[in-house]
């Protein structure tokens, strides 16, 4: 039911505090300084000793696979390889022993996921599926997984889904880093509580919904939109650049902040939306020239910014903020401002946000 919401999508935005809080209930217990997954027990061993993780999935969730590429890399100190699942059965891989296969996906029957996973079994991989839909095909194709539990997700796009997933990614590399001992334990601790604040952190930034919707109705005849972060907000980007795509058929395209300079700056003028992810962390000093770069061709810039920024204030037409936190974990937070524009510029354009032309809920063939 969508209560009192005109949409499905922007019921399941307004979730996430409490998604993102059922995703962690009895799993992350910030004053023991400990974090549990249940459905991962048997399988622990082999996570912390994987000397590759290969993560497979499609669309927003391969995008939260590429927000774990950062994270388990910097955190447990794991190589991580991120595939399109589609490419991944048809592109001769390489499993090796000690390699664990990590699929995501909202639905648990998407083709492309499935089949890739089927392959990556047969060649002796270890799969763990993180899902939503509980008893979905991938779940029943793993050997382990852990249920993102954000609930029935009716709009198409997702929302509610993806910050579920970064949240189960988030626990598991923090059990993992735990356990080898590749976290300094104040730095440990100091995730968990941040990671315990992120609902209302999230809460907070849909309080201030109404700034996104008044940003949609500035932009809202863009015929194209670029969309730049680096580091751990480069998949935001991706992921920003997809919504706007699905839900206003605005073209949009994702890039690394300093990938622009070796092509996209061409498309840059007075007319071209630049939306910058930047929040405050150790590629700050970089996107702000960045956006230096893209002012001095006249391009329009909204940046997402961390609060009390003073910066990029002083160079971006719009900025939106976010409140502090672990620059790990800002995915969680500036995510939520590009669904929300990308919402209200789909229903200011008179787009069908809940149902978009030509797309499926599930994507259930190759
Ligand atoms: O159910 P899955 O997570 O496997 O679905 C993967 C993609 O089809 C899905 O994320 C799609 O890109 C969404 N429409 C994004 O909003």
Redesign the pocket.
């Known amino acids: 039911e969508k209560g009192n919401f005109e949409h499905y999508m922007l019921k399941e935005i307004f979730e996430q505090p409490k998604t993102i809080l059922d995703c962690m209930r009895g799993r992350l217990l910030a004053e023991e300084g400990k974090v549990r997954l249940g459905g991962l027990r048997e399988y622990i061993d082999q996570l912390c000793n994987a000397k590759r993780i290969i993560i497979i ?7 939260a696979g590429m927000v774990a590429r950062y994270l388990f890399q910097e955190i447990c100190r794991i190589p991580v390889e991120v595939e399109f ?1 589609s490419e991944f059965r048809y592109g001769s891989p390489v499993i090796r022993d000690g390699d664990v296969v990590v699929a ?7 083709a ?2 499935l089949v890739a996973i089927e392959k990556a079994k047969e060649m002796g991989a270890i799969i763990l599926g993180i ?3 509980v008893g979905s095909s ?1 779940p029943r194709a793993s050997h382990a997984g852990v249920y993102t539990h954000a609930g029935a997700e009716i709009g ?4 509610k ?2 910050t579920a ?1 970064l949240t189960v990614l988030y626990l598991i590399a923090l059990q993992v880093a735990k356990e080898k001992g590749t976290l300094d334990n104040e730095k440990y601790r100091s995730l968990l509580n941040e990671l315990d604040q992120i609902p209302s952190k999230v809460q907070t930034i849909l309080d201030n919904s109404y700034l996104t919707q008044s940003l949609a109705s500035l932009y809202l005849d863009a015929t194209s939109m670029i969309y730049l972060g680096r580091g751990y907000n480069f998949p935001i980007a991706l992921e920003g650049a ?2 706007i795509k ?1 839900i206003s058929y605005i073209h949009a395209e994702g890039y690394p902040a300093a990938e622009m300079k070796h092509g996209p700056i061409a498309l840059i003028d007075e007319e071209m939306p630049v939306l910058f992810i930047a929040p405050k962390d150790h590629t700050y000093e970089k996107v702000v020239s960045n956006i230096q770069e893209v002012k001095a061709r006249k391009g329009k810039v909204i940046a997402i910014v961390t609060e009390g920024d003073v910066v990029i204030k002083s160079l971006a037409d719009h900025v939106f903020e976010i409140p502090e936190t672990d620059e790990i974990l800002t995915p969680l937070l500036t995510v939520i401002p590009l669904q929300l524009f990308a919402y209200y510029t789909g229903v200011l354009r008179g787009c069908n946000v809940d149902q ?1 032309r030509n ?1 499926a ?3 259930t063939v190759e």
């Open positions: 999935a499609c669309g927003t969730s391969l995008n699942a995501i996906s909202q639905s648990g029957e998407t492309d996921t899902c939503n839909v991938i198409v796009a997702s929302t889904a993806f997933q997809l919504k699905e978009p797309l809920k599930s994507v």
